[in-house]
């Protein structure tokens, strides 16, 4: 059962535009949505998160959006660089289950000069 | 800081073969983790450690087992390998539990034939 479900699975976007990745989760309990970026030949690397509590935190060009009511939460990549060409995933846990994160499928970037 | 290390970085395997994936971190946390990482299927939490001499399963266990050896090490161990274990493996350190970043390792690129 996938808990969290990410898409597209593919995006492809010129230099300079928007990169939005889009995440749905299930479990009312997750209380943390962490993204992460992993290049290739390298573990992933956490990108920025969120708690339920906001439903928007920005750091650089990364931006969070957080719908709780839909249970959705979205990543939007502003003036998006070659250098961002990567893999994304989305993720989620609840400290009270044990605070394990479920991740997405992932979503893999590819930024055109 | 080395952060998290993983040996060996490949392996290949006859099925039925037995190894043990070794995984080690300098930064004193206190929960560990390994994931499998197959296409399109995201990052799956195999087994995971919440703190010295503890070990619980995640999303995927069967096949594998786990040592957290001290709090510095947390190895995965295959008793008989499967062409479905076929995977690149991570490891991952946090603080503890719950809400914290994950730092992960390198990867170990396994090919059971």
């Known amino acids: 059962q996938q808990q969290v479900k990410q898409s597209p699975q593919s995006l492809i976007v010129q230099k300079g535009g928007i990169s939005i990745i889009n995440c749905a989760y299930e479990?009312?309990?997750?209380?943390?949505f962490p993204w992460y970026q992993q290049f290739p030949g390298k573990g992933p690397a956490l990108l920025i998160a969120?708690?339920?509590?906001?439903s928007e935190k920005k750091e650089g060009r990364f931006t969070i959006s957080f719908n709780k009511s839909a249970k959705q939460f979205s990543l939007h990549i502003m003036d998006s660089q070659p250098g961002d060409s990567a893999t994304y995933f989305c993720?989620?846990?609840?400290?009270?289950?044990?605070?394990?994160?479920?991740f997405g499928q992932g979503t893999e970037l590819s930024v055109k000069p | 800081n080395a952060g998290v290390t993983q040996t060996p970085k490949f392996q290949v395997l006859k099925t039925g073969q037995s190894m043990t994936l070794q995984c080690a971190q300098d930064?004193?946390?206190?929960?560990m983790y390994w994931y499998r990482q197959d296409p399109g299927m995201g990052l799956r939490l195999i087994y995971y450690?919440?703190?010295?001499?503890?070990?619980d399963k995640g999303e995927v266990p069967n096949g594998y087992n786990v040592s957290r050896l001290n709090k510095r090490e947390f190895s995965l161990r295959l008793e008989s390998a499967a062409p479905s274990q076929t995977s690149v493996y991570f490891c991952?350190?946090?603080?503890?539990?719950?809400?914290?970043?994950?730092?992960f390792g390198p990867g170990t690129r396994l090919t059971v034939t």
């Open positions: 479990n009312t309990a997750f209380d943390y």
């Open positions: 991952a350190s946090s603080p503890d539990r719950g809400p914290y970043e994950q730092y």
């Open positions: 993720a989620a846990s609840s400290y009270n289950q044990g605070g394990k994160l479920i």
């Open positions: 930064m004193n946390h206190n929960s």
């Open positions: 969120i708690r339920p509590d906001v």
């Open positions: 450690s919440a703190s010295e001499g503890t070990t």
